[in-house]
C-alpha cells in the first residue's frame, strides 16, 4: 500500500526565513503529486500538484515543490515566509484517478 | 452554493447512537470522497463516488459504516452504533471529472465526538 512520510510535524520561522518541508511517498509506479495547506479555521485547499512535465512546480502564494523521482520526493519550498504563512501543510499521492493518501501534516508557525 | 457544504459541523454523540453526516458537493463535480481525519494526522481515505456508484469502499473501517449517494450528488456517511474510535473530523471532497485527476475541494468537516 502507498504510503506519505512528512518528516517535519512542527516548524516555526521567523519571517523572511526560507522555508522547505520535505515529503516521501513509497509507491514505485507513476503517481500524481499534492500539497495541500488548511489555514487556521478554514478548510483544506490546494497550494499545487504535479502530474508529470517540468518537475519543478509552481503553486500559489510563491511557494514551489520539486518532484525527484530517484528519492521519492515532493518537497515544499517557499524562498521567503510571511506570517500568513501560518498553516498545517499536507503532502498527497494519488495513483491513477483513485484515492489519496495524505501524509500526517507539517504544523508551520511564522513569528511576526 | 460556491463550495462543499458539510452538515452538522459539530456533532456529540452518545456511545451505540446512529449518527448521519451530510455532504453537499459542488454543483456538476462527478467525483466525492469521504476522508476521516484524527487528531494530529491527516485525512484518511474512507469511500469514493463517481457519480452514483460507489467505486471504492476499502477505507471503511468496518460494517457500521455506510455511506450513500444516490442521486448523484448529496452524499451521507452513516455511522451505526458509535463508538468513542469514531471521534474524528469527518471531511467531504468533490472533484470535476474522474477520480482525484485535479483538485480536490474540500468541505469543512463534520466534527464527531462520541462520549
Known amino acids: 500500500a502507498q504510503s506519505v512520510s512528512q518528516h517535519n510535524h512542527h516548524v516555526i520561522l521567523s519571517e523572511a526565513a526560507s522555508l522547505e518541508l520535505g515529503c516521501n511517498y513509497s509507491?514505485?509506479?507513476?503517481?500524481?503529486l499534492f500539497w495541500y495547506v488548511q489555514y487556521p479555521g478554514q478548510h483544506l485547499q490546494l497550494l499545487l500538484k504535479?502530474?508529470?512535465?517540468?518537475?519543478l512546480v509552481k503553486g500559489i502564494k510563491g511557494f514551489e515543490a520539486e518532484f525527484i523521482k530517484s528519492k521519492f520526493s515532493f518537497n515544499l519550498r517557499k524562498p521567503s515566509v510571511q506570517w500568513s504563512d501560518t498553516a498545517e501543510y499536507f503532502c498527497?499521492?494519488?495513483?491513477?484517478?483513485?484515492?489519496?493518501?495524505f501524509g500526517d501534516g507539517t504544523t508551520l508557525t511564522v513569528k511576526p | 452554493g460556491a463550495g462543499v457544504s458539510q452538515s452538522p459541523r459539530y456533532k456529540v454523540a452518545k456511545r451505540g447512537q446512529d449518527v448521519a453526516l451530510r455532504c453537499d458537493p459542488i454543483?456538476?463535480?462527478?467525483?466525492l470522497f469521504w476522508y476521516q481525519q484524527a487528531l494530529g494526522q491527516g485525512p484518511e481515505f474512507l469511500t469514493y463516488?463517481?457519480?452514483?456508484?460507489?467505486?471504492?469502499k476499502s477505507g471503511l473501517p468496518s460494517d457500521r459504516f455506510f455511506a450513500e449517494r444516490p442521486e448523484g450528488s448529496v452524499s451521507t456517511l452513516k455511522i451505526q452504533r458509535t463508538q468513542q474510535e469514531d471521534s474524528a473530523v469527518y471531511l467531504c471532497?468533490?472533484?470535476?471529472?474522474?477520480?482525484?485527476?485535479?483538485?480536490?475541494?474540500f468541505g469543512e468537516g463534520s466534527r464527531l465526538t462520541v462520549l
Open positions: 471532497a468533490s472533484s470535476r471529472g474522474w477520480g482525484n485527476t485535479g483538485e480536490l475541494f
Open positions: 509507491y514505485g509506479g507513476t503517481v500524481n
Open positions: 504535479y502530474f508529470s512535465g517540468d518537475p
Open positions: 498527497a499521492v494519488t495513483l491513477n484517478a483513485g484515492k489519496s493518501t
Open positions: 454543483s456538476g463535480h462527478v467525483s
Open positions: 463516488f463517481q457519480n452514483e456508484a460507489q467505486l471504492d
